[in-house]
């Protein structure tokens, strides 16, 4: 199963150690599933997490980093989408173009307003846009 995942599902992964996120963790750990990401998604992850409210010193900050990059596939260049519904929140539409142009299964997110395009996404038949409390991992 091949997954995005948006900053905030990252966070409760590597920042907030979740108890919710346990078996998307567990999921990543064994392999289960591949992560997939763009140098604009991994920006965006390093930015969010050098916001002072998360109290987060270098260490930490390259820590949670690494976790990522140690477990995602990079995909260097994303072409033209044409026909994906536009994300009310420009800076969430990265992940869906991510998910449209590396065939990911499912783009994991709590953002409302990426959960809202869900079924117009389903639509199209390329991925799914799912809650990490509704995402239904490969039994390990």
């Not at 392999?31 to 010193?57: H, I, N, Q, S, W």
């Not at 990265?94 to 709590?110: G, I, P, Y």
Request: with cysteine; hydrophobic share 45%.
């Amino acid at each position: 199963m091949r997954l995005v995942l948006d900053t905030n599902v990252v966070l409760d992964l590597v920042v907030f150690q979740d108890p919710g996120a346990e078996n998307l963790r567990s999921a990543i750990e064994a392999k289960r599933v591949t992560l997939l990401t763009t140098a604009d998604c991994m920006g965006e992850l390093r930015r969010v997490l050098a916001y002072p409210r998360f109290g987060l010193d270098a260490g930490a900050q390259a820590k949670a980093l690494r976790w990522v990059e140690d477990r995602s596939q990079p995909i260097e260049t994303l072409p033209a989408q044409p026909g994906l519904p536009r994300c009310s929140d420009p800076d969430d539409q990265k992940f869906l173009e991510l998910a449209w142009a590396a065939n990911a299964d499912v783009l994991v997110t709590k953002d409302r307003a990426l959960l809202d395009l869900a079924r117009r996404v389903a639509k199209l038949g390329r991925f799914l846009v799912s809650s990490p409390t509704d995402l239904a991992l490969p039994a390990g």
